[in-house]
């Protein structure tokens, strides 16, 4: 059953008005607070720890004796698991930025589990938190707390009691509505395994008679990668690049982190527009392999009411809040030089 929670998220139809100041104002209230004592995990600590030495083993068996297409199906399946945080858990169930029928929400629940970072319900609650509480104690990994933190330390230290308490007024009735997503978390404990190791192990083992050890350890390398991948959206992208349409928030924008998070590192415009479906401006394919995943299920059907932001909207915020590097709005900037204007090829000219 889903909670009973009304209390509103303000994640998924964040206004123009909401940004900026209200955030300002949460972190100087958490800032007069007393912190309290950090309870190391020491269970996670040491998997953690295992799962990182395993992989630079696995990184030099890729090298050594592993066969290529040992490889080769690590990488395909880094893709896939990171389309289902990407595409499935962060826009579609986080943020609704689109819809999905049956057989996509079907696939995306499998790449979900296959990148093992807890049920889409959970990462999706986690997020929302995220979002509506950014950069507070509230906030599961928050950024004032230093790059570490952000990226791998929030998981080896128990949880900050705001985490909890703002934790447990997000509504997630629309997520536990719907039936692909409560098989997973009922049965997550024993799908997952198979989903992300087992399987993964299995296949080099009986198709090309790849070792076990070669095996096991390159697939761990795979999902240690997608681990890591995902972290520094959570870490580098709230910590390092320009913010060329909120300047008084974090986030900001990162290529390096889109190109290995398939476009989740233009986390100033996320976070400024966290309802587009894009998560970037323009979602160049070359930097958001997301959004050409999400624009092909829309041409066969699978995914629909894609959500995204007129570009007035944008041009408003960029000239309210941003930072002075956003780039030429396109065709009529005023900062579009003559001479590109005068040597413009422009076919299809419509005749009178």
Known sequence: MAPNISAPTGVLHETDEEVSVPQLQQREEKAATPKPPLKIVWRNVIIFVYLHTVSLYGIYLIFSSAKI??????????????????AGAHRLWAHRSYKAKWPLRLLLTTFNTLAFQDAVVDWARDHRVHHKYSETDADPHNATRGFFFAHVGWLLCRKHPDVKAK?????????????????????????????CFVVPTSIPMYLWNETFMNAFCVNLFRYTFTLNATWLVNSAAHLFGDKPYDRFINPAENVSVAVLAMGEGWHNYHHTFPWDYKTSELGKYSTNVTTAFIDLMAKIGWAYELKTVPMEMIKKRVERTGDGTHELWGWGDKDQPIEERKDALITHVKSF
């Open 69 to 86: 297409a040992t490889t080769i199906l690590a990488f395909f399946l880094y893709n896939l698991g990171g389309l289902g945080i990407t």
């Open 167 to 195: 934790g447990s007024g997000i509504d997630l009735s629309d997520l536990y509505s719907d039936p692909i997503l409560r098989y997973q978390k009922k049965f997550y404990l024993l799908l997952m395994p198979l989903v």
